[in-house]
């Protein structure tokens, strides 16, 4: 009875593996109206047990990796078109259009406007020190990444910190905030009374009269959604 060598994969493509046999469990998590097969594209890497498709792969991430969001691989055409997580509308006019695809319904998202974002950075802009409070469980730290990559150096200065009121449900992606900003972020925890009920307001609040007193800091943003000049 012969005896074969064991194939051993590589870690990437053990990985590649375990993602196409098991994303499209995912499909549920997204709306009906949107291509699933747009989305699966970005995990799905064909034929990657061929020689040197995974090798190919890293390649091109390597050469283009500020193109990546949060320079994070993702199984696409790099291009230099900014975040592509900006908003929903340029996410998915870039996905459908690696595709040569266009969506053209915006009635089925609500995004923030250029209004609201002009808002945010004027008011940054006449402010002298500014400190951002996220109620991390009703907030996106995608979309506030996307709004810190649109600030230059003049106004990120002028943000003293970053605050996240966090509680155990909230995703995990606040845990990365810090490895993609210079802006000093304080994570707190804070336990839930119950599993409806937060203390996540009244601890923020609590922070922000301390920030005014102690550290002189003025002007707050909430949230990203409700600047406040004290």
Same mark, same amino acid.
């Given at each position: 009875?012969?005896?074969?060598?064991?194939?051993?994969?590589?870690?990437?493509?053990?990985?590649?593996?375990?993602? $196409?046999?098991?994303? /499209?469990?995912?499909?549920?998590?997204?709306?009906d109206w949107l291509n699933w097969e747009y989305i699966r594209d970005l995990f799905f890497v064909p034929k990657y047990n061929k020689n040197g498709v995974m090798k190919q792969e890293f390649t091109k991430y390597m050469a283009n990796i500020e193109h990546y969001p949060f320079q994070m691989y993702i199984h696409w055409q790099p291009a230099e078109v900014g975040s592509i997580i900006?908003?929903?509308?340029?996410?998915?006019?870039?996905? !459908?259009?690696?595709?040569? /695809?266009?969506? #053209?319904? !915006?009635?089925?998202?609500?995004?923030?406007?250029?209004?609201?974002?002009?808002?945010?950075?004027?008011?940054?802009?006449?402010?002298?020190? #500014?400190?951002?409070?996220?109620?991390?469980?009703?907030?996106?730290?995608?979309?506030?990444?996307?709004?810190?990559?649109?600030? $230059?150096?003049?106004?990120?200065?002028?943000?003293?910190?970053? #605050?996240?009121?966090?509680?155990?449900? #909230?995703?995990?992606?606040?845990?990365w905030l810090s490895k993609f900003t210079q802006i000093p972020v304080e994570h707190i925890e804070i336990d839930r009374v119950t599993d409806r009920k937060s203390l996540v307001d009244v601890r923020m609040t609590a922070s922000v009269v301390t920030d005014f007193y102690r550290d002189g800091i003025t002007s707050f943003i909430n949230s990203l959604r409700y600047p406040l000049n004290i």
């Open positions: 009875m012969g005896v074969y060598p064991r194939l051993v994969l590589c870690p990437e493509v053990q990985q590649a593996r375990l993602i $196409n046999e098991n994303i /499209d469990k995912c499909s549920h998590l997204f709306y900006y908003s929903d509308r340029k996410f998915l006019k870039i996905i !459908y259009g690696q595709h040569n /695809d266009s969506f #053209t319904d !915006y009635t089925k998202y609500r995004d923030a406007d250029d209004e609201t974002r002009n808002n945010i950075y004027n008011f940054i802009d006449s402010t002298e020190k #500014t400190a951002i409070a996220v109620d991390c469980e009703n907030s996106d730290p995608y979309k506030l990444y996307s709004v810190l990559k649109g600030l $230059n150096q003049e106004e990120l200065a002028k943000i003293e910190k970053i #605050t996240l009121y966090d509680d155990p449900n #909230t995703t995990a992606g606040w845990d």
